[in-house]
T-cell receptor, first 113, second 114 residues
């Protein structure tokens, strides 16, 4: 299995621009997570999908952040407009129902200048 | 509130030696899972080992083993025969059974010296 695939690996954008991060979970996994990692706050859960439905988005920092999962094999995290404080590594992870392990992608390093 | 504490921000070990990373956690729940994840410079979070709280036997995966002390709420990771490729950040985490919210520690940066 290819594992969780995220794209792009690196993104540099200017403040105010829209940024879209993409994720393909492991085939057959029905839970998907978006995390943000920063030095100050560590790993934070942004949103959790189960069977393509957003279950918990309480970690989404502001309305500028939105996430979708149109099907079982694809999810996006969008930031519009982006701000320098959004600079971080964004991880997507997936897991199988009934199994506690989450498998992470390689992350997207976002830099907003 | 549930918390995970990794009290060692940085550690180093000589190649081929053994090192132990500490992790303590705080919860009043009884059913949960504990994990160690490795984050090498490549950035990917890699699952190293998992422990079910209801199991008394400590988990082992090749050179990696844990010392799980449920009463003390302690979950340390022992790496035997350390290799240069073990250089990474190591995160301790737990999740309650049937839930999805991982609680992560702040990480321990391990450097294996040649």
């Amino acid at each position: 299995d290819a594992g969780v695939i995220q794209s792009p690996r690196h993104e540099v954008t200017e403040m105010g621009q829209e940024v879209t991060l993409r994720c393909k979970p492991i085939s057959g996994h029905n839970s998907l997570f978006w995390y943000r990692q920063t030095m100050m706050r560590g790993l934070e859960l942004l949103i959790y999908f189960n069977n393509n439905v957003p279950i918990d988005d309480s970690g989404m920092p502001e309305d500028r952040f939105s996430a979708k999962m149109p099907n079982a094999s694809f999810s996006t995290l969008k930031i519009q407009p982006s701000e320098p404080r959004d600079s971080a590594v964004y991880f997507c992870a997936s897991s199988l129902k009934g199994m506690p392990e989450a498998f992470f992608g390689q992350g997207t390093r976002l830099t907003v200048v | 509130a549930q918390t995970v504490t990794q009290s060692q921000p940085e550690m180093s070990v000589q190649e081929a030696e053994t090192v132990t990373l500490s992790c303590t956690y705080d919860t009043s729940e009884n059913n949960y899972y504990l994990f160690w994840y490795k984050q090498p410079p490549s950035r990917q979070m890699i699952l190293v080992i998992r422990q079910e709280a209801y199991k008394q036997q400590n988990a082992t995966e090749n050179r990696f083993s844990v010392n799980f002390q449920k009463a003390a709420k302690s979950f340390s990771l022992k790496i035997s025969d350390s290799q240069l490729g073990d250089t990474a950040m190591y995160f301790c985490a737990f999740v309650f059974s049937g839930t999805y919210k991982y609680i992560f520690g702040t990480g321990t940066r391990l450097k294996v010296l040649a």
